[in-house]
Antibody, heavy 128, light 106 residues
Framework: QVQLVESGGGVVRPGGSLRLSCAAS????????MHWVRQAPGKGLEWVAV????????FYADSVKGRFTISRDNSKNSLYLQMTSLRAEDTAVYYC?????????????????????WGQGTTVTVSS | DIQMTQSPFSLSASVGDRVTITCRAS??????LNWYQQKPGKAPKLLIY???ILQSGVPSRFSGSGSGTDFTLTISSLQPEDFATYYC?????????FGGGSKMDI
C-alpha cells in the first residue's frame, strides 16, 4: 500500500544540525512532488518546504529559508530535509506528504490538489 | 504571504448535528483550497481538495464550497469519528499556508 515513513528525528542542541528522511513505497515516487510539514507541540500545522518531482524546483517557508534544505533521491524513493542552525522554535513533529501535481513558474509553485498521503511523523526537539 | 483565518477556533457539537467551519483567505485564491482532518497523535488526512472535490474514500457527509476568499467545510450529520481538528490550506501559491485549525468536540 501507499506509505511514507519518516525517520531521523531526535534531540539536538540549539545551533545543531539534523537530517530527516522519508522513505516512500507503494507508488511511483518520482512522479510526485513532496512536502515537509511540521507541527509544534499543541500548535497547528506549518508548511515547511516543497520539492518538485524531478527535484528541480524547491520552495521554503520564510521561517526556515537559508537553514533547511529539501532534497530527494528518486533512485532510492527517498525524501530528505537537512536542518541546520536549529532553534528552539523548530521543535515539532515533522511530516512528509505527497502531492499528485505541482506547477512551478514565475517564482512560485501551486497545485489544484492537496497533500493526499502523509507519513506518521518524526519528532525533532531542539533543547540545551 | 497569504493568511488563512478559520472560524470558529473551537466548537462543541453532538452526533447528528450539521456543522459548518469557515475559512477566509487574505487575498483571492480561486478554488485552490484544501481541507484536512487531524485526530490527536495522528497525521492529518486530506478530506477535500480544490475547494469542493471529495478525496477518494471520504464519506459523502463531508462537503466543501467557496471560491475567491471565502470557503466552508460542512459535515451534514456528525458521526462519533468526526470529532477532531480541521484545517484549511491554500495551495494557490508558495509559501503554502494553513489556517489555525478548528477543534470540534462533544
Amino acid at each position: 500500500q501507499v506509505q511514507l515513513v519518516e525517520s531521523g528525528g531526535g534531540v539536538v542542541r540549539p545551533g545543531g544540525s539534523l537530517r530527516l528522511s522519508c522513505a516512500a513505497s507503494g507508488f511511483s515516487f518520482s512522479t510526485y512532488a513532496m512536502h515537509w510539514v511540521r507541527q509544534a507541540p499543541g500548535k497547528g500545522l506549518e508548511w515547511v518546504a516543497v520539492i518538485s518531482s524531478d527535484g528541480y524546483d524547491k520552495f521554503y517557508a520564510d521561517s526556515v529559508k537559508g537553514r533547511f534544505t529539501i532534497s530527494r533521491d528518486n533512485s532510492k524513493n527517498s525524501l530528505y530535509l537537512q536542518m541546520t542552525s536549529l532553534r528552539a522554535e523548530d521543535t515539532a513533529v515533522y511530516y512528509c506528504a505527497k502531492t499528485p501535481v505541482l506547477y512551478c513558474g514565475g517564482g512560485r509553485c501551486y497545485s489544484d490538489y492537496g497533500m493526499d498521503v502523509w507519513g506518521q511523523g518524526t519528532t525533532v526537539t531542539v533543547s540545551s | 504571504d497569504i493568511q488563512m483565518t478559520q472560524s470558529p477556533f473551537s466548537l462543541s457539537a453532538s452526533v447528528g448535528d450539521r456543522v459548518t467551519i469557515t475559512c477566509r483567505a487574505s487575498q483571492s485564491i480561486s478554488n485552490y483550497l484544501n481541507w484536512y482532518q487531524q485526530k490527536p497523535g495522528k497525521a492529518p488526512k486530506l478530506l477535500i481538495y480544490a475547494a469542493s472535490i471529495l478525496q477518494s474514500g471520504v464519506p459523502s457527509r463531508f462537503s466543501g464550497s467557496g471560491s475567491g476568499t471565502d470557503f466552508t467545510l460542512t459535515i451534514s450529520s456528525l458521526q462519533p469519528e468526526d470529532f477532531a481538528t480541521y484545517y484549511c490550506q491554500q495551495s494557490y501559491s508558495t509559501p503554502l499556508t494553513f489556517g489555525g485549525g478548528s477543534k470540534m468536540d462533544i
